[in-house]
């Protein structure tokens, strides 16, 4: 698996939380893409302690330790804690005919493993539909081992195996927050109204009701050109035109080398700059 690119530039210090705005607070340095996906892009002093909780409880850990712990084990991705051996097993649940499940463990190569995404339509954001909707979002998985695979279904004699169990809103969120600090990075921290705050925290923002939908601002990236070396997890930053006006977005691709799908996601308007 390659890594993010090597030549993503050094962030200036934001010397402000990106997700509440609070300067008042102690900030601390924010991974952009956790380091458990290669990721090595910081932004100093940029979020504050409430939220760097919220995003790590709600959003990283469990998707670090569910649903993308076995392809994070496959590819043998780093872990923070070097003194802890890594993991040799993992939890496979099987279900018999009647419903009834449970779960082995067994060695890592013997793992199905799989990597997921989402077939989104263009953001609504950019479509101009309404900010709350209800869309219909397919998931999308690709085993990344099928011989293992097979061999696993054959052991399970009569049960099924349960491959994946997918926090779709914990990956939108995810997918948010990676886009918003790519954002900040590139463009600044004032030169765009923030949207994706909100969704990232799960918390509206005070004044605005009721929740913007996630695919108001995450969508199918529809671009036409194709920055991205297929088998690479990448991001770029772009600057659309909108209207009269700009909108920052990034593009985002994770796994495409199993053609997992690329968003375009939506971090805000730009904000007019007088001079
Ligand atoms: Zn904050």
Redesign the pocket.
Known sequence: MQPWPDDLPLFAPVER??????RE?KLTDEHIVPYGLYGRSVLPAA??R???DIINREIEEPLMRGSLLAIRQFFNMPTRKRNKPRPTHQNVTLRTREGVERTVRVPIDKAPTYVFGFSLPVAGYLAGRPEVEEIYVRGEAVCTNPSVTREAAKAAEGEALKLLEIDQQAYMRFLAKIAHGFTVGFAGVDAFEHRLPPLILGRQAQGRSPNVSATHLIGWDYLPEEPFVADDMRMAYVPLLYGTGTVHTIRLRLFGRFGMPAYLIVAGPGVACSA
């Open positions: 939380c990106i997700y509440c705005g609070a607070r979020s504050c409430e939220c760097a």
